[in-house]
């Protein structure tokens, strides 16, 4: 992640809590999210509005050094309603798990050019308000996530997630 100057962090964090603010009052509602939304959420995130899919290959460099090379993805709307459908099969079984799928695996696919954990972050929101949970969602934001291609992390991040999440 590049080094962000003051201003840019401050106008990163605004559009994160207006984003925050529009997720808290539609999940409420009838409207479901599903990669429509998603997208939505992180055009405004990005403060864009054109196409925020990721449709190139990208390199990503987390905290331990490791480099990951993301390849071109043909459709990373199909990806999104995967893993979209996937929390919500968890939804009536374990909300805290589907919680952590859908957190994770957005994550882990990479389907946006930027914003992808406050992506996450917000649809865990929206998904958690929508079937009588909550989640600390700028801790969640803010938690370091590792690499999510090694067991011992993966444990590590769900340990931290069902911290900060709960049913009501």
Do not use: C
């Not at 449709?55 to 331990?64: G, R, T, V």
């Not at 071109?72 to 968890?90: C, G, K, S, T, Y």
Request: glycine share 4%; aromatic share 4%; proline share 4%.
């Amino acid at each position: 992640m590049n080094p962000k100057n003051p201003l840019q962090k401050q106008l990163e964090q605004e559009r994160f809590a207006r984003a925050i603010s529009h997720v808290e009052q539609t999940a409420q509602t009838i409207k479901r999210l599903n990669a429509s939304e998603l997208a939505r959420l992180n055009q405004m995130l990005n403060g864009q509005s054109e196409e925020p899919w990721r449709s190139e290959d990208a390199s990503i460099k987390i905290p331990s050094g490791k480099v990951h090379q993301m390849s071109v993805m043909n459709n990373p709307l199909h990806v999104a309603r995967d893993v979209l459908e996937l929390a919500n099969q968890l939804a009536d079984q374990d909300l805290i798990e589907g919680a952590f799928q859908l957190y994770s695996r957005l994550v882990l696919a990479h389907l946006f050019n930027d914003a992808n954990r406050r992506t996450a972050a917000l649809a865990t929101l929206w998904y958690l308000r929508a079937h009588g949970g909550d989640v600390d969602v700028v801790a969640l934001s803010q938690t370091p996530v590792g690499d999510l291609r090694e067991e011992l992390d993966v444990k590590k991040l769900k340990k931290q997630m069902m911290a900060l999440t709960k049913k009501t």
